[in-house]
């Protein structure tokens, strides 16, 4: 069975969780104390270089990390992932959206939001955290005024990556409130046979008032 070296409260890692619902396919979890230092270990830096989760493992033991190769991975053969050279190259161009332009400002943002740590961070980091967070927002807003998902007429991995930070981003003291398109897409995507509706908060982590090691 598939294993998955996880953290609840990262949205990375509910991403994988997320296709795997969808899929329905069964996996084991190796739960990750990132904030502890557990993902810092020799044994865990051999499962995943960078030291972050979430990653998994094959039966044969093979390992991959990073949450959209993964995904990309998992889906392939899947309607989640098109088989067209063209419309595939689509859902890695907001693939690698999600990673530079979501994840990298939402993420952060709502990261620090969340465990209390926005006020050991300085004014302009801040400030240019939520510029960056507030461009991606209206890009996205922009872009499903035109079609129903991210990558065109069909829900996709692009989506569930674009989701899990992105949707999230009131947590990080953003507004929605100028973006009606985006939220129309919120409900779509909460709509799909085999939404995850379950995401963690990290107060359920004790630890996570660190910083990461
Ligand atoms: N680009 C990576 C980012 C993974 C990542 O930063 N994961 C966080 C949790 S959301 C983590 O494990 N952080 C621990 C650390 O940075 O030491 C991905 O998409 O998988």
Same mark, same amino acid.
């Given at each position: 069975?598939?294993?998955?070296?996880?953290?609840?409260?990262?949205?990375?890692?509910?991403?994988?969780? /997320?296709?795997?619902?969808?899929? #329905?396919?069964?996996?084991?979890?190796?739960?990750?104390?990132?904030?502890?230092?557990?993902?810092?270990?020799?044994?865990?830096?051999?499962?995943?270089?960078?030291?972050?989760?979430?990653?998994?493992? /094959?039966?044969?033991?093979?390992?991959?990390?990073? *949450?959209?190769?993964?995904?990309?991975? /998992?889906?392939?053969?899947?309607?989640?992932?098109?088989?067209?050279?063209?419309?595939?190259?689509?859902?890695?161009?907001?693939?690698?959206?999600?990673?530079?332009?979501?994840? *990298?400002?939402?993420?952060?943002?709502?990261?620090?939001?969340?465990?209390?740590?926005? &006020?050991?961070?300085?004014?302009?980091?801040?400030? !240019?955290?939520?510029?960056?967070?507030?461009?991606?927002? #209206?890009?996205?807003?922009?872009?499903? &005024?035109?079609?129903?998902?991210? !990558?065109?007429?069909?829900?996709? $991995?692009?989506?569930?990556?674009?989701?899990?930070? !992105?949707?999230?981003?009131?947590? &990080?003291?953003?507004?929605?409130?100028?973006?009606?398109?985006?939220?129309?897409?919120?409900?779509?995507?909460?709509?799909?046979? #085999?939404?995850?509706?379950? &995401?963690?908060?990290?107060? $359920?982590?004790?630890? *996570?008032?660190?910083? /990461?090691?």
């Amino acid at each position: 069975m598939l294993t998955l070296f996880d953290y609840l409260p990262s949205q990375n890692a509910w991403k994988v969780r /997320l296709l795997l619902n969808h899929l #329905g396919r069964p996996y084991h979890t190796v739960p990750i104390s990132i904030f502890e230092g557990e993902g810092q270990t020799a044994e865990f830096r051999r499962i995943n270089p960078t030291g972050t989760v979430p990653a998994i493992q /094959l039966d044969d033991g093979r390992v991959l990390a990073e *949450s959209n190769a993964i995904l990309a991975y /998992l889906a392939d053969g899947t309607p989640y992932l098109p088989r067209d050279p063209f419309d595939r190259a689509k859902v890695q161009q907001w693939l690698h959206f999600e990673q530079e332009r979501v994840e *990298s400002v939402i993420g952060s943002l709502r990261h620090w939001t969340m465990t209390g740590k926005l &006020a050991r961070r300085s004014p302009e980091m801040i400030e !240019a955290k939520r510029r960056g967070a507030v461009r991606s927002l #209206g890009i996205l807003d922009s872009e499903l &005024a035109t079609r129903p998902f991210i !990558a065109g007429d069909r829900y996709t $991995i692009a989506d569930m990556a674009i989701f899990a930070y !992105a949707s999230r981003a009131e947590e &990080a003291g953003l507004s929605l409130e100028m973006c009606p398109h985006f939220r129309a897409w919120i409900a779509r995507v909460e709509a799909q046979p #085999g939404f995850l509706a379950i &995401a963690h908060p990290y107060s $359920i982590d004790p630890y *996570s008032t660190r910083e /990461l090691p």
